[in-house]
C-alpha cells in the first residue's frame, strides 16, 4: 500500500500520476465495524471494476482545525496504526489530506473536481452522512452531478450495534464513560493504545485515547510477550495495580478488556484472555 500526504503544494502533482480507483471516503478513526463495511464495499467494486481500491482520509481533525484549536479531539488510533489496518483490508492507495481552513472552504464542486475526479476516482463509497465542500453542503446525494457525472457512488447505510449508531464518538464516549468491555461490538476487537513503560511511569504515544479514571483489566505486550494484569487510570497517567517483571520494559501495547468493580475485587466476572484466567 502507497501512503500519500496531500495539500494543496502538492496536489497538482499527485493528480498527474493518479489511476482509475474507487474510493472509499472519511476520518475512519477507530477503523470500527462501521468504517469497514464502507471500505468493504469500496474493495468489492473495486474489483468489479479492475481497478485500484483508495481510501482518502483527513488530518487533523476537522473539528479541531475548524474550532481554532479549541475543540480537543480525543483520536482513537494515530495515523500509523490506521496504514497498518488499512493495508490488512486490501488498500492499495491511502490519501491524507491536509485539512485547513482553506481546504474547508472549498465549494463541493471544486473539492470533487480536485480531490476526486482529478485523482482518478470513477466511483465513490461512504457512510450516509459523509458530506463535504464549504459548510458540509455537499453530499451523497450530489456527489454524482458534482462530478460531472464521472462518478458513480454508493452510500452505506448506517452500521448500529442493539440499535445504535456505530461511530467514532460512540466509541469515545465508551472510554470517557470507562466502559472498555463494550468496545469489542464496536471495533471488533478489545481497544489497545501503544506507549513506552520505563519502570516508572506509562507514557502514552499520540493520538491515543485513555479511559476513564479507574481500575481496570488490560494485557501487556511486548514482542511475543504478554501479561494478564491490572492498571489504574488517574487522569491522564496510568500504573500497574502490582510490579511489572523486568521484560515488561520499553516500548509495549496495552489491551483494555473491562473496568473492575470499586466494590470488592472477589465479586467482579472472572475474565479469561487467551486461556488465561484473571
Known amino acids: 500500500m502507497e501512503t500519500i500526504y496531500i495539500n494543496r503544494d502538492n496536489l497538482a502533482d499527485w493528480q498527474l500520476t493518479a489511476n482509475a480507483c474507487v474510493m472509499a471516503l472519511g476520518f475512519f478513526d477507530g477503523l470500527h465495524f462501521g468504517h469497514r463495511e464502507v471500505i468493504k464495499t469500496a474493495l468489492r467494486i473495486a474489483k468489479e471494476k479492475g481497478v485500484q481500491l483508495a481510501v482518502m482520509s483527513f488530518f487533523p481533525h476537522p473539528k479541531s482545525v475548524l474550532s481554532n484549536g479549541e475543540k480537543q479531539i480525543d483520536y482513537l488510533i ?7 489496518i488499512l493495508r490488512g483490508l486490501g488498500v492499495d492507495t491511502f490519501y491524507i489530506v491536509e485539512f485547513t481552513k482553506e481546504f474547508a472552504a ?37 456527489l454524482k452531478n458534482d462530478s460531472g457525472e464521472n462518478i458513480d457512488v ?33 471495533l471488533g476487537c478489545c481497544y489497545e493504545v501503544e506507549g513506552m513503560w520505563d519502570g516508572q511511569t506509562f507514557k502514552l504515544n499520540p493520538y491515543y485515547t485513555l479511559p476513564a479514571p479507574g481500575k481496570y483489566a488490560v494485557t501487556f505486550n511486548i514482542g511475543n510477550l504478554s501479561m494478564l ?23 509495549l501495547s496495552i489491551v483494555w478488556h473491562q473496568r473492575i468493580s470499586e466494590d470488592s475485587h472477589s465479586s467482579r466476572p472472572i475474565l479469561k484472555v487467551g486461556g488465561l484466567t484473571l
Do not use: W
Not at 494515530?78 to 497498518?84: D, Q, R, T
Not at 465513490?124 to 455537499?138: C, K, L, M, Q
Not at 452510500?155 to 472510554?175: D, F, M, N, Q, Y
Not at 491490572?230 to 510490579?243: A, H
Open 78 to 84: 494515530p495515523l500509523s496504526v490506521k496504514e497498518k
Open 154 to 186: 454508493t452510500k452505506v447505510e448506517k452500521v448500529a450495534c442493539r440499535g445504535e449508531k456505530i461511530s467514532s464518538t460512540s466509541i469515545r464516549e465508551r472510554l470517557a464513560a470507562g466502559n472498555v468491555e463494550e468496545l469489542p461490538d464496536f
Open 106 to 142: 472549498l465549494s463541493p464542486e471544486q473539492y470533487v473536481k480536485d480531490y476526486l475526479v482529478n485523482l482518478g476516482v470513477i466511483h465513490a463509497v461512504a457512510g450516509f452522512d459523509f458530506t463535504y465542500g464549504s459548510r458540509g453542503i455537499g453530499n451523497l446525494e450530489r
Open 229 to 251: 494484569t491490572e492498571v489504574i487510570v488517574e487522569e491522564k497517567s496510568l500504573k500497574p495495580v502490582s510490579e511489572l517483571p523486568l521484560y515488561m520494559f520499553g516500548r
